[in-house]
């Protein structure tokens, strides 16, 4: 169930929403995966943000 798998992967992720640091340094190693094959699609874009703004962080700052 891909939507299950999302969810319990964003609960497991949440967990560093408290170490801000942590949390961009996820958020810049998934940027850079999602541009790791020259393709980086609105999806990927959009998962990322979804991701950042369960960690806390400003989506719209997200430098993709």
Same mark, same amino acid.
């Given at each position: 169930? /891909?939507?299950?798998?999302?969810?319990?992967?964003?609960?497991?992720? %949440?967990?560093?929403?408290?170490?801000?640091?942590? #949390?961009? +340094?996820?958020?810049? +190693?998934?940027?850079?995966?999602?541009? %790791?094959?020259?393709?980086?699609?609105?999806?990927?874009?959009?998962?990322?943000?979804?991701? #950042?703004?369960?960690?806390?962080?400003? /989506? #719209?700052? +997200?430098?993709?």
């Amino acid at each position: 169930d /891909p939507d299950g798998e999302k969810s319990r992967i964003l609960r497991i992720v %949440s967990k560093i929403a408290e170490d801000q640091q942590a #949390a961009a +340094i996820l958020i810049r +190693i998934c940027v850079a995966v999602g541009k %790791s094959d020259g393709n980086f699609v609105e999806n990927e874009k959009a998962a990322i943000r979804q991701l #950042a703004a369960r960690l806390g962080l400003d /989506p #719209a700052r +997200i430098d993709m």
